[in-house]
């Protein structure tokens, strides 16, 4: 019988040549290339099986962890129907990809920003479709879901913002990362205009967004329970690091929350917000960007992550270019495999072993169209 690290070392070399072969394919192509890869290779919105792998763990763990995958979309914008019917046809798409999965993903998680301008219909409409999935839903919040009203609407649809949960040997994490400090009241905005100000992320008066003190002590408090090597995913709606402060890319105490984080041994955090594919890594904290069914944001004039492997600049004229959904695919150590589903494109994958590697093993295929 071959060992567990025989068997590790055979399905990572599977991998990196599964991978290089993926660099030129149209959609077709992968699909065919997909439906033939070993079980042991996730699979990506194809109609053959992610077979789980598990590690023999030492003489202090009696159990092996199992590998599973989970579904994600994120920032669909919505207005109501009759206003814009684009951003509510891209959400149904992204629905329909994650319900044509086979099998289905463990669960879906939502990367925040529903509705447009937080209003009622618009949030009501977003839940009415997210019911359509087959798989167990998550949600995050985001900003445009918030501060209409603060956020009651969308807590009486999907419950409190802040939360953590275990599954299959994973503590996941998902904060509300999109506090601001008042800015609204000493201008006597309306409800309406506090929104629009915050939905603009450019216009220089509102605050940058922050976990704020009494979350980073839950978030203490939730984690002390845990020994150093447990595997964590973290869930923020912006990016828990400091990206590009004009477009509030940006998380104003990231380093106080990557500090609760830093005693453990690897940590893996995804965000929504910033509607393209991002990567970076700050020691022990993998941090992947997740992409948006809405429209795609173009990347920053700086700050964009060393280990980023950017995605093909959008055709303007093509208004899914850019955008998608995709998949997480959570490996017994806990670092994951982030699968990038774009609608219009070859899928990009961003392994863990690149990640693990600093970006010097199984690098994803630079844009035919760079940024810029």
Same mark, same amino acid.
């Given at each position: =019988?071959?060992?567990?690290?025989?068997?590790?070392?055979?399905?990572?070399?599977?991998?990196?040549?599964?991978?290089?072969? %993926?660099?030129?394919?149209?959609?077709?192509?992968?699909?065919?290339?997909? #439906?033939?890869?070993?079980?042991?290779?996730?699979?990506? #919105?194809?109609?053959?099986?992610?077979?789980?792998?598990?590690?023999?763990?030492?003489?202090?763990?009696?159990?092996?962890?199992?590998?599973?995958?989970?579904?994600?979309?994120?920032?669909?914008?919505?207005?109501?129907?009759?206003?814009?019917?684009?951003?509510?046809?891209?959400?149904?798409?992204?629905?329909?990809?994650?319900?044509?999965?086979?099998?289905?993903?463990?669960?879906?998680?939502?990367?925040?920003?529903?509705?447009?301008?937080?209003?009622?219909?618009?949030?009501?409409?977003?839940?009415?479709?997210?019911?359509?999935?087959?798989?167990?839903?998550?949600?995050?919040?985001?900003?445009?879901?918030?501060?209409?009203?603060?956020?009651?609407?969308?807590?009486?649809?999907?419950?409190?913002?802040?939360?953590?949960?275990?599954?299959?040997?994973?503590?996941?994490?998902?904060?509300?990362?999109?506090?601001?400090?008042?800015?609204?009241?000493?201008?006597?905005?309306?409800? =309406?205009?506090?929104?629009?100000?915050?939905?603009?992320?450019?216009?220089?008066?509102?605050?940058?967004?922050?976990?704020?003190?009494?979350?980073?002590?839950?978030?203490?408090?939730?984690?002390?329970?845990?020994?150093?090597?447990?595997?964590?995913?973290?869930?923020?709606?912006?990016? %828990?690091?400091?990206?590009?402060?004009?477009?509030?890319?940006?998380?104003?105490?990231?380093?106080?929350?990557?500090?609760?984080?830093?005693?453990?041994?690897?940590?893996?955090?995804?965000?929504?917000?910033?509607?393209?594919? %991002?990567?970076?890594?700050?020691?022990?904290?993998?941090?992947?960007? =997740?992409?948006?069914?809405?429209?795609?944001?173009?990347?920053?004039?700086?700050?964009?992550?060393?280990?980023?492997?950017? =995605?093909?600049?959008?055709?303007?004229?093509?208004?899914?270019?850019?955008?998608?959904?995709?998949?997480?695919?959570?490996?017994?150590?806990?670092?994951?495999?982030?699968?990038?589903?774009?609608?219009?494109?070859?899928?990009?994958?961003?392994?863990?072993?690149?990640?693990?590697?600093?970006?010097?093993?199984?690098?994803?295929?630079?844009?035919?169209?760079?940024?810029?």
């Amino acid at each position: =019988m071959a060992t567990h690290k025989s068997v590790e070392t055979k399905y990572l070399e599977e991998r990196r040549q599964f991978f290089r072969g %993926l660099r030129n394919l149209d959609r077709r192509s992968f699909l065919k290339v997909s #439906a033939a890869a070993l079980g042991a290779t996730a699979g990506w #919105a194809t109609p053959h099986s992610f077979t789980p792998v598990t590690v023999a763990q030492g003489a202090e763990g009696a159990t092996s962890q199992p590998a599973f995958r989970f579904a994600y979309i994120s920032d669909s914008h919505l207005y109501e129907r009759d206003v814009n019917d684009r951003f509510v046809r891209g959400l149904l798409r992204a629905v329909d990809d994650v319900n044509n999965l086979d099998p289905q993903p463990d669960f879906v998680f939502y990367g925040g920003d529903l509705a447009q301008l937080g209003q009622a219909k618009e949030l009501e409409l977003g839940a009415q479709i997210l019911k359509n999935l087959k798989a167990p839903l998550k949600i995050m919040v985001g900003e445009h879901d918030w501060y209409l009203d603060m956020g009651q609407k969308w807590q009486e649809l999907f419950g409190p913002p802040t939360y953590s949960f275990d599954h299959k040997g994973v503590h996941f994490v998902v904060l509300m990362s999109v506090l601001e400090r008042d800015f609204w009241t000493a201008r006597r905005m309306t409800a =309406m205009e506090r929104m629009q100000t915050v939905a603009g992320l450019d216009n220089g008066w509102q605050n940058p967004f922050m976990v704020g003190p009494r979350q980073r002590q839950w978030l203490a408090d939730d984690l002390a329970k845990l020994p150093d090597d447990a595997r964590i995913i973290v869930f923020s709606h912006s990016p %828990l690091y400091k990206l590009y402060k004009p477009w509030n890319f940006w998380t104003d105490d990231a380093e106080e929350v990557q500090a609760i984080l830093k005693r453990f041994k690897q940590v893996v955090v995804i965000h929504g917000h910033t509607h393209q594919l %991002l990567t970076n890594r700050i020691g022990n904290i993998h941090f992947h960007g =997740m992409l948006a069914t809405a429209w795609p944001w173009p990347y920053a004039p700086e700050g964009t992550p060393e280990l980023t492997i950017q =995605m093909s600049r959008p055709d303007p004229f093509n208004p899914s270019d850019g955008c998608g959904d995709g998949e997480v695919h959570v490996h017994p150590d806990g670092l994951v495999d982030k699968v990038y589903s774009l609608w219009n494109r070859n899928p990009i994958t961003v392994t863990r072993t690149y990640m693990a590697s600093w970006g010097k093993q199984d690098v994803p295929p630079k844009p035919n169209r760079p940024a810029y």
